[in-house]
């Protein structure tokens, strides 16, 4: 049976899937937290006749569908939700507050980037292959993932055991599978071989002055005016120090210091985050904000060396050439000219590849292909009249507080791309 056939007759009603979408986008979880979403998820598999396993890493889990032999491919879907107020004003948007467990403070929570998106079509994946089970062979593993936003998710299910025989038992994968919903317009789907994704590195950094009263700054070593020169030089790296053929991003999201307008404060803290697309430039890039930093300090008479906490790094998606090809002619075929396989790289970072990178192969070391493609979540007309307009800014992208995929034809694509993958391996 060809693939459109297949679909055609084994493809569910997207409408549960629908309301379940709506659901979670009502009732996100924060990294760590991410309960609803995985228990909707393992209650789904365990409905169909997956072999569940949960706790892995955290809210992690896999499903398991032995349909006899054949390759086995690993399908991922990631879980967890975004500190951010949202703003969309859609009938279903999230009001939650809750407690974030890794700082203790209450706050605003909404899935803005799409991964309530990513569970609902991954659920949908899951049915489609059962109903059409007599039509190929091998083993899926649905694996639902939490913590990417923090990158600590894969890295958790690895170090829980996810492959080890004595823990979770996951089979081996021979190839792994994954998607992203993007604001590029609803109905399409994109690949590329090679860089597909940024490394990204995030750091806390603390500054050391004196404090004391604003009229006396003399007395004092200012922590605000040392961090204001930080970042300000932090912006040349690029400019000046990136080959210009090569993409790199320092950003500073958060600078803290002090707690009223008439005290010079002792301490300053920054968080700085760095996207770079090869191993050499991030080298680069990462000893020039240190070598800054610490001049800087130097040059402001800071009291002590500044303290750095490395809070998060993600690793470079580079997508094997044999599998995204073979991947790229299935969307081809499936998809014309909704399929764009020269994709241009995400401007954000995955841990995606951890799952992969670190899987055992059978040469006895460790990793295995894997492949990694977007597709598009933005309603194409008002997708085409911003970029008629060249307005294209005017669309929310991920991590907005307006970022809220249209829920068809989006979930409908993110189904049939992760269908035609899976099945263009599953012969």
């Excluded at 803005?112 to 991954?122: E, R």
């Excluded at 990462?286 to 040059?299: D, F, G, M, N, P």
Aim: some cysteine; aromatic content about 6%.
């Amino acid at each position: 049976m060809d693939i459109q056939t297949l679909l055609k007759t084994h493809k569910p009603s997207l409408a549960p899937y629908e309301a379940v979408y709506k659901n979670l986008h009502q009732n996100p979880g924060l990294s760590l937290q991410e309960h609803l979403a995985a228990e909707t998820a393992a209650s789904h598999l365990s409905s169909l006749g997956y072999e569940v396993r949960t706790a892995i890493g955290g809210t992690g889990l896999i499903g398991i569908l032995s349909n006899g032999p054949g390759q086995t491919v690993l399908l991922r879907a990631d879980t967890d939700a975004l500190p951010v107020e949202e703003l969309t004003g859609l009938e279903y948007a999230s009001k939650k507050r809750e407690v974030d467990v890794e700082d203790g403070v209450e706050k605003s929570v909404m899935h803005a980037c799409g991964h309530d998106m990513h569970v609902s079509v991954m659920m949908a994946v899951a049915e489609t292959l059962v109903k059409s089970r007599e039509e190929w062979r091998g083993m899926v593993v649905v694996l639902f993932q939490p913590n990417e936003e923090r990158a600590g998710g894969a890295k958790a299910m690895i170090a829980d055991g996810l492959y080890d025989v004595q823990r979770h038992a996951c089979p081996v994968p021979d190839v792994v599978l994954g998607q992203h919903v993007m604001p590029l317009p609803a109905g399409t789907v994109g690949t590329r071989v090679g860089a597909f994704a940024s490394a990204a590195d995030s750091f806390r950094v603390t500054i050391y002055g004196r404090g004391g009263h604003a009229s006396q700054p003399h007395r004092t070593i200012d922590p605000v005016l040392m961090a204001a020169h930080i970042v300000v030089r932090l912006q040349s790296i690029v400019s000046r120090e990136v080959d210009p053929r090569e993409a790199a991003v320092v950003t500073v999201g958060s600078v803290v210091a002090g707690m009223t307008e008439n005290i010079i404060p002792g301490e300053a803290t920054i968080k700085i985050n760095v996207r770079t697309v090869t191993p050499e430039t991030r080298t680069r890039v990462l000893s020039a904000i240190k070598r800054i930093v610490k001049a800087e300090c130097e040059a402001s008479g800071a009291t002590k060396e500044p303290l750095w906490i490395s809070t998060s790094s993600f690793p470079f998606t580079i997508n094997d050439q044999e599998t995204t090809e073979t991947v790229a002619a299935a969307f081809s075929k499936h998809f014309g000219d909704k399929h764009v396989p020269e994709s241009a790289p995400l401007g954000g970072s995955e841990d995606f590849s951890i799952l992969a990178t670190e899987a055992p192969n059978k040469s006895g070391g460790k990793g295995v292909p894997y492949s990694y493609w977007c597709f598009g979540g933005s309603d194409p007309e008002k997708y085409e009249e911003a970029r008629k307009k060249g307005r294209l800014e005017d669309v929310p992208i991920n991590h907005s507080a307006y970022f809220a995929p249209v829920i068809q034809p989006t979930m409908s694509t993110g189904v049939d791309a992760m269908v035609v993958a899976a099945l263009s391996f599953l012969k």
